[in-house]
């Protein structure tokens, strides 16, 4: 067995079977992107006529669309929505080769290219429940607090794409108890005590403040949702407690890390003291300090004030790389320093070259166990609709929606968005004055905020 195979945890990939002679057999419930068989037996010939493989996917059609001048920015938004939609399968998967788990974190870069690629589907709001049912209060999803957090923040999003008042309402007493929870965990000082396992992502593992200070924004993002929510739900009680536990939160002033996790979520949660020394922060770390996962809100932070075009070539050069080096799906992690000597993964390694595949990876995705198919890497996809395209919704169900395009050194971008009224659809292009014109149709019942 090679040392640094994928195991055997959470689906079977390293396997030993009987085989017929004369005959068939079907075997194997497992996701690969490259396979290996051989004969165990000795001195025997065996005469294999062929192996099939079966995909199962979902044959949903696409509603949502993206393509700019940018052939990189197109391939990069359509592998991260090739990614989500391997995982589509009976819930919404973390990873088609190991994780076929629901993982809550890594569920909300999902969830955002579900909305944005296919609209309402039935395996968001499957997935949500299951995860609601699997973790009685007091209990954190996963084990981690910050994961309760965004199943919370999937919710708000869920709701401000979709507007199902009835599925909110239907969750309100769990998110109610959670919100009363996580208020527990803030103490009278405004400064986040967060039980259960302290988690942002696994590079960051190691680094206690680092952590303090991304569960300290992303618990003050969560209680902002869920004052959002209560409003939506006419909830006076759930309301009252987030109210409160924001007073004591904005007298606390949290550490300051550089990390570029944590400040992404200060940014982010509006936490932030000055917001152009932190995305100049963010830009100085560089994609050596992201992670699939993380990097969405990196990426997000900096287009959110106004740092779009530097954020698209952080996309370009991070993502991008996972697609030079043979990928045809977002990776569970790209240490980019890496890709310098590295050769591609559909490749045999030649001499003197990297082989990231079988050698990279660190924590849970050492060697062969990394995963080549991680929804969790798919941030770009939505990110693209949302900041280039511009399109982002203002009133639950997108009864009105913003239409701001931005396309930087672009000289074109159009595509799509789902909304419950049917798509709208945007074009924007640039004049030979270097203006940008442009063109929106929305469906009856969507109003457009320019």
């Known amino acids: 067995h090679n040392p640094h195979n994928a ?7 390293d396997f030993e079977i009987h085989v017929p002679w004369l005959g068939s057999l079907e075997h194997g419930n497992s996701g690969f992107r490259f396979a290996r068989i051989d004969l165990l037996d000795q001195d025997v010939d ?19 669309s993206f393509s700019c001048s940018d052939e990189r920015l197109n391939k990069i938004w359509e592998t991260g929505a090739y990614t989500v939609k391997l995982n589509m399968q009976d819930y919404l998967w973390d990873g088609i080769k190991r994780d076929r788990l629901v993982w809550l974190g890594d569920l909300h870069p999902e969830v955002m290219t579900v909305n944005n690629v296919w609209g309402k589907h039935d395996v968001v709001r499957r997935t949500l429940d299951f995860a609601k049912a699997d973790t009685p209060l007091p209990g954190w999803m996963n084990g981690f607090s ?27 007493d769990y998110i109610l108890g959670l919100v009363r929870q996580l208020d527990e965990c803030v103490d009278a000082n405004g400064e986040e005590k967060m039980t ?24 003050y993002m969560t209680m902002k949702a869920a004052r959002q929510i209560a409003g939506w739900l006419g909830d006076k009680e ?31 949660a509006g936490m932030s003291k000055n917001p152009d020394a932190d995305c100049r922060k963010l830009i100085e770390n560089g994609i050596d300090s992201f992670s699939p996962f993380y990097g969405y809100y990196a990426v997000e932070a900096l287009a959110e004030n106004g740092y779009t075009e530097k954020a698209m070539e952080m996309i370009s050069d991070y993502w991008g790389a996972m697609i030079d080096l043979g990928g045809t799906t977002f990776w569970e992690d790209l240490n980019y320093p890496d890709t310098k000597n590295a ?22 995705y050492v060697g062969l166990r990394l995963s080549l198919c991680h929804g969790w890497g798919a ?16 009133e639950p169900g997108c009864r009105t929606i ?22 709208v659809s945007v074009e924007a292009h640039k004049d030979p004055s270097g203006k940008t014109v442009v063109d929106v149709k929305a469906p009856k019942g969507v109003k457009v905020a320019r």
């Open 343 to 364: 050769a591609r993964i559909d490749e045999i390694v030649p001499p003197g070259k990297y082989d990231i595949h079988s050698e990279g990876g660190a924590y849970c």
């Open 196 to 219: 259960g396992v302290r988690f942002l992502d696994w590079p960051t593992s190691e680094k206690p403040d680092v952590i303090h200070d991304g569960l300290q924004s992303l618990t």
């Open 46 to 64: 065996y005469l294999l006529r062929n192996v099939q493989a079966i995909s199962v996917m979902i044959d949903d059609p696409e509603i949502g």
């Open 238 to 268: 759930m309301s009252a407690v987030a109210d409160k536990s924001l007073a004591r939160m904005d007298k606390f002033e949290i550490s300051r890390t550089d990390a570029s996790q944590a400040v992404s979520l200060s940014l982010l």
């Open 7 to 13: 195991t055997n945890e959470h689906a079977m990939r």
């Open 146 to 172: 910050s994961y309760s957090m965004w199943w919370l923040l999937i919710h708000r999003d869920y709701y401000l794409h979709h507007g199902d008042l009835d599925y909110l309402k239907e969750n309100r």
């Open 402 to 423: 913003e239409v701001k395009p931005n396309l930087g050194s672009l000289s074109y971008a159009k595509g799509t968005v789902p909304t419950p009224y049917g798509p």
């Open 379 to 394: 941030g770009p996809t939505p990110w693209l609709q949302r900041y280039v395209l511009g399109v982002k919704p203002l």
